[in-house]
């Protein structure tokens, strides 16, 4: 049932839009499962959490090999 709420309200998107959510996979053991995200900011920028660094803005294009997806709330 959880699934599902999420495949409705949830859009996959090719190109991120302000506020749109970035999927992550940055665990190097599990290379394909998301398990972190960002908020897109625009113009290539998004704001995300590390433990130890707290809340920080970054340019997308440092994770580009991370990203799994951008999504965007229906």
């Known amino acids: 049932e959880y699934l599902q709420q999420i495949e409705e309200n949830w859009l996959k998107v090719d190109e991120p839009k302000m506020y749109d959510v970035i999927a992550m996979a940055r665990d190097i053991k599990h290379p394909k499962m998301v398990q ?15 433990e130890k660094v707290g809340s920080h ?3 997308i294009e440092e994770y580009k090999y991370f990203i799994k997806g951008y999504y965007r709330w229906q």
Do not use: N, R, S
């Open 36 to 50: 972190h995200f960002g908020i897109y900011l625009g113009d290539g920028k998004m704001l995300h959490t590390l």
């Open 57 to 59: 803005i970054v340019d």
